[in-house]
């Protein structure tokens, strides 16, 4: 595989990681952690990343352009665990309409 085709997925873990960093900061000052936590922020980079990849796969699929793609990507990425909860929402009301696909908490 060519370098130049990893540099999009390069840039897409930079903004998320970077968005984990800037969440982890926000919280910090907030004063939910008492002090600094290598392990809190590891958690937060891990999470921003996932969202962050998740994020960029759907902006692919959804063919926006790079700059909306890097846009989209950090705020999900400092978003965190509440993107992944929005995007949980999102999709459940998809998979409903496309044929009454259960989710969790069905019965």
């Not at 910090?28 to 921003?48: D, H, N, P, W, Y």
């Not at 692919?60 to 890097?70: F, P, V």
Request: hydrophobic letters at 50%; charged letters at 20%; glycine letters at 12%.
């Amino acid at each position: 595989m060519p370098e130049k085709d990893l540099m999009p997925y390069l840039l897409v873990g930079l903004v998320s990681a970077w968005g984990g960093v800037a969440s982890y900061i926000r919280k910090l000052r907030a004063g939910l952690f008492i002090r600094f936590s290598l392990a809190e922020l590891v958690g937060e980079v891990t999470i921003s990343g996932f969202v962050g990849f998740l994020t960029f796969f759907l902006c692919q699929e959804y063919r926006l352009s790079m700059e909306m793609t890097a846009v989209l990507t950090g705020i999900c990425a400092h978003m965190g665990s509440r993107a992944i909860f929005t995007m949980e929402v999102a999709a459940d009301n998809v998979l409903r309409r496309w044929g009454g696909v259960k989710m969790r908490g069905d019965q």
